[in-house]
């Protein structure tokens, strides 16, 4: 255990006096780092609440199911209580038809061709879905159960375009965040390089003694764990406060005050974020120094 122990804080101290000798490259390291997670950060958080925002259209997006004139108050409950058993069904509100034929005759600017239609209007329920990619599946369940008017009122042409937005953003994130965690381990790999290179000498004497390639490598790897561990959380405290100065302002604005639309709070979202970082930070650290020792540990 004492020996385990004696051998982790060789490790973490070696780390630290590279980052302290090398003072010039550990600075651009952390400089280029801190960027390249800054820019990384921003699409993951504008991936989050694109989706989160979305999410939100999408609960506002139902359909309107109206009952046959003639069905009794039994035969609407147990239509209710099918559709509400639907798999992909969200909420099942019950709307009154009077309440129907007033919203109808609003939209309509209370039109006299309505006046005289309160006993023929039908009783209607407004659903909404779990999932968007469903409502097709949905609405004919919903057709197949008995007193219920087979002409459901659902915006379709905006549910499909909706569904096809979150999938592209969500496609378009991934891929940029895949590109900037690429240029991070180049950027670190070649960073650590110049590390390597200016003790090429020290490490061959190592070699020449009997030291193991693991010996070697590893505090080369625990240095590019401290590089991305520091650069993740000082990009994180600059992330944070820019995204509470932006958000505030942008919800705000007249558009998401109108549409009751909300963002995610920093808090909200520190954990994930944070553990993102972390592991993003010393995976790359990881991957970037094991890649630079290649050519140095070669027999």
Not at 9 to 34: H, P, Q, R
Not at 35 to 53: D, T
Not at 199 to 225: C, D, H, L, Q
Request: glycine content about 6%; charged content about 20%.
């Amino acid at each position: 255990m004492i020996v385990r122990y004696n051998i982790i804080s060789y490790l973490v101290g070696e780390g630290f006096k590279n980052i302290l000798k090398n003072k010039k490259s550990t600075g651009a390291a952390l400089t280029i780092m801190c960027m390249a997670m800054f820019v990384f950060g921003l699409f993951f958080i504008l991936g989050e609440n694109v989706n989160y925002v979305m999410s939100q259209v999408e609960s506002e997006q139902g359909m309107q199911v109206f009952m046959k004139l003639e069905a009794s108050e039994e035969q609407i409950k147990e239509a209710e209580r099918k559709i509400r058993a639907i798999d992909g069904v969200n909420t099942v509100e019950r709307v009154p038809a009077k309440q129907s034929l007033d919203e109808y005759k609003e939209t309509l600017g209370d039109s006299a061709l309505l006046e005289g239609l309160d006993e023929y209007w039908p009783e209607s329920f407004l659903v909404t879905l779990t999932d968007l990619q469903l409502n097709s599946s949905v609405q004919e369940q919903i057709k197949a159960i008995d007193n219920v008017d087979p002409q459901i009122q659902s915006s379709n042409t905006t549910i499909e375009m909706l569904y096809k937005i979150t999938k592209g953003v969500r496609f378009v994130t991934l891929g940029i965040l895949v590109i900037l965690v690429i240029i991070s381990v180049f950027i670190i790999t070649n960073t650590i390089k110049l590390t390597v290179h200016a003790r090429r000498k020290e490490i061959s004497i190592m070699k020449y003694v009997g030291a193991t390639n693991s010996f070697i490598r590893w505090p080369f790897i625990v240095e590019g764990i401290i590089i991305g561990v520091i650069s993740a959380l000082i990009t994180i405290l600059i992330v944070g406060v820019i995204y509470n100065v932006v958000t505030g302002k942008i919800i705000e604005t007249n558009t998401f005050k109108e549409l009751n639309l909300k963002l995610y709070t920093f808090a909200d979202m520190f954990n994930m974020l944070l553990m993102t970082y972390i592991l993003l930070g010393a995976g790359i650290g990881v991957v970037g120094s094991s890649i630079s020792m290649r050519k140095y540990l070669e027999v």
